[in-house]
């Protein structure tokens, strides 16, 4: 079943013609729990592996926490992401490359207490191994090791909200109140940045944005995609729910806590209280640099 984000409730370019211009493209994946195969995108599924490459593990020093590893033993990293480019041609894929996995170390890092993600953009045609289960490494919470999930690519608009400009934002904030005060949609939470898992568009900040800057050739990197907490929040499924999860009567809020929870949050994870990890990569240099920054309410 295809996930499709309700048209959004007011015509967001004709109310701050400001915005129209920094639009940009995202692709929401819209996991949910399922049985996915190792030549499907999947989210925590089984990779299309190169026999020729070892297992990744982490050796990092982890800081003490209560998501910290229970050994000093190297840890297997998890599959997070498999993206094929004939799911994802948005992707950014270097040449020769056709499938991105993106794989994380379970536990908390010091780089913001959560796991700590590594890329690999691959031809699939080089990935030979059977699919065996992911690696589920003793002492890891569930919060960060992803059920698997199949995706449902969906592609929408966003518009900045954190990432307006600071002199544009000024000028928009009074009408924005205003907006919300007469209408109940607020720009903010409803209209402008898409939420959920998801490739390009904009972060789905949940504080001051930070965008890294490539070591390589010092420009602003770009977002390569976001892995969140939740595909909406209590004020933000208003608009961000998908039709076919929308309950018959009632609203999302009124159906069952695990019911809800498979809708809201199939993956299981939780990144700090409902928090994400922003992927940014450099497309300027060869050796595609890429980096991430967390943040939570
Ligand atoms: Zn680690
Ligand atoms: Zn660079």
Redesign the pocket.
């Known amino acids: 079943m295809a996930r499709t984000t309700p048209p959004r409730p007011l015509d967001v370019e004709a109310l701050f013609p400001e915005v129209a211009d920094l639009r940009r493209d995202a692709v929401r994946l819209h996991p949910r729990i399922g049985a996915p195969g190792a030549r499907d995108s999947s989210l925590g599924g089984p990779l299309l592996w190169p026999r020729s490459e070892p297992w990744p593990h982490c050796d990092d020093d982890h800081p003490r926490t209560a998501l910290s590893p229970p050994t000093t033993d190297a840890i297997p990293l998890v599959p997070v992401l498999q993206l094929f480019a004939a799911d994802l041609p948005e992707l950014p894929f270097p040449p020769d490359t056709d499938l991105l996995h993106v794989l994380w170390c379970p536990f908390d890092h010091d780089a913001g207490y959560v796991p700590r993600p590594e890329l690999f953009w691959r031809a699939a045609a080089t990935c030979d191994v059977p699919p065996t289960e992911p690696p589920r490494p003793v002492g890891a919470s569930g919060h960060y090791l992803p059920n698997p999930c199949v995706l449902h690519p969906e592609r929408v608009t966003d518009y900045p909200s954190w990432d307006l400009p600071e002199d544009l934002f000024d000028g928009l904030r009074e009408r924005f109140e205003e907006l919300e005060e007469e209408t109940g949609w607020s720009y903010q939470s409803h209209l402008s940045v898409s939420e959920g898992i998801k490739v390009g568009g904009y972060p789905t900040w949940t504080q001051e944005p930070v965008w890294p800057d490539?070591p390589?050739?010092g420009?602003r990197m770009d977002h390569l995609l976001t892995i969140n907490s939740g595909e909406f929040d209590g004020a933000s499924w208003r608009t961000w729910l998908p039709v076919e999860d929308t309950p018959v009567t009632g609203t999302i809020r009124d159906l069952p806590y695990e019911e809800r929870t498979l809708i809201q949050r199939a993956p299981g994870l939780m990144l700090g209280d409902m928090g994400g990890i922003y992927l940014f990569d450099?497309r300027?240099?060869p050796d595609r640099?890429y980096a991430h920054h967390s943040d939570c309410s």
């Open positions: 490539c390589g050739c420009h450099c300027r240099c640099p």
